[in-house]
């Protein structure tokens, strides 16, 4: 049976590319928002991450940019959720 990228494959690529674009995102606002500070291993790890997915994200295949872009979207949510929480859930 040859390994060849199907949908799963599509959705938690993208699941990986939302959830660590969502992390570098909130670094970046941490200088204006109560966010994680820069960690030096995590965020260069995320951003290699990202760049290894650079060909899924600029030209998904047809039948699966719908699925990558469905777990990018449950990634992002899922570290928003999480940043909320991590910031304003837990009274102090």
């Known amino acids: 049976m040859p390994l060849k990228p199907g949908t799963v494959w599509y959705c938690t690529a993208g699941l990986m590319g939302g959830s ?3 992390y570098l995102l909130a670094v970046m606002l941490s200088l204006l928002l109560p966010s994680w500070p820069f960690n030096g291993f995590f965020t260069p790890l995320a951003v ?3 760049l290894l997915q650079a060909p899924y994200v600029w030209r998904p295949a047809e039948s699966h940019a719908w699925h990558w ?4 979207a449950l990634g992002g949510a899922s570290v928003a959720l999480f940043w909320l929480f991590y910031c304003y859930g837990l009274p102090t």
């Open 69 to 72: 872009r469905q777990g990018a």
């Open 48 to 50: 290699m991450s990202l």
């Open 20 to 22: 660590n674009l969502a």
